[in-house]
């Protein structure tokens, strides 16, 4: 656990973006399902109210810190992580890599047609990219056997599970025996992000760890979500030293 920070009981790698998609790389190597998991804040929190969340976070190959109250809280714990490693720009490093090679890989989420749109328009930025489905995240708990097949069936390396958490973690919690993909990442709204449906901060933003206060600016209706920021910050500072010496 020396490479990974306690906050609040759930195990965070201490990685960089490069560095995460690193270990994607390598992944692929072996003969298995990893999961990648990639919670801010507000879903650590939700881990510390509900202990069998915290333990499908903590069974992931890979957690990594998708926003800045992760890194303070890392650094308040004295493990300080360097950087923030949002599952968006770990998706898009990979995709660096994986373009122009065999890895192959499948989008499932969204709304109708969302999917879609994101292979479109990353098959702008990325065209030697082999993209092998798509699949809305709309469906029913008795088509979940069906999805599992069609991502089988087109021989996915790579699978974007982007239902939004917990349901993308709860969802690859029931499916990964049965998943034949090497890694499946949990990437909530990347997808949009990538067909053009949702538009991410500005770079000054993510830069400066505000991206929060951008989408407060965006959708006022955020503010009551944007109470669990200090809510975890308050908990952390009180609480989290007792987590990080178990």
């Not at 699978?159 to 049965?178: H, I, M, T, Y």
């Not at 990538?194 to 500005?202: I, K, L, Q, S």
Request: hydrophobic share 40%; charged share 30%; proline share 4%.
């Amino acid at each position: 656990m020396k490479d990974k920070v306690n906050i609040l009981g759930v195990y965070v790698d201490m990685v960089n973006i490069p560095q995460a998609a690193d270990r994607i790389i390598r992944f692929f190597d072996e003969d298995r399902l990893h999961k990648v998991y990639t919670p801010n804040s507000e879903i650590i929190m939700a881990a510390y109210k509900d202990e069998s969340f915290k333990d499908l976070l903590n069974s992931a190959d890979l957690l990594t810190a998708d926003g800045i109250g992760v890194v303070y809280a890392s650094k308040i714990l004295g493990k300080p992580i360097n950087e923030r490693a949002a599952g968006f720009d770990i998706a898009c490093e990979v995709l660096d890599r994986i373009n122009g090679t065999s890895r192959k890989l499948f989008l499932f989420g969204g709304k109708p047609g969302v999917a879609e749109l994101a292979r479109d328009n990353l098959l702008k930025k990325y065209p030697a990219l082999n993209i092998v489905g798509c699949r809305n995240g709309y469906f029913k708990p008795e088509e979940e056997p069906e999805i599992v097949k069609e991502i089988n069936d087109s021989g996915a390396d790579l699978v974007f599970v982007c239902l939004g958490a917990p349901k993308q973690e709860q969802w690859l919690d029931r499916n990964s025996d049965a998943l034949k993909a090497r890694v499946a990442m949990g990437i909530g709204g990347s997808l949009d992000v990538f067909a053009g449906t949702a538009e991410r901060a500005p770079k000054f933003f993510c830069d400066h760890g505000i991206e929060w206060l951008y989408r407060l600016i965006k959708q006022p209706s955020r503010a009551g979500r944007m109470l669990a920021l200090p809510k975890f910050g308050l908990t952390v500072l009180f609480k989290g030293k007792k987590y990080s010496q178990d």
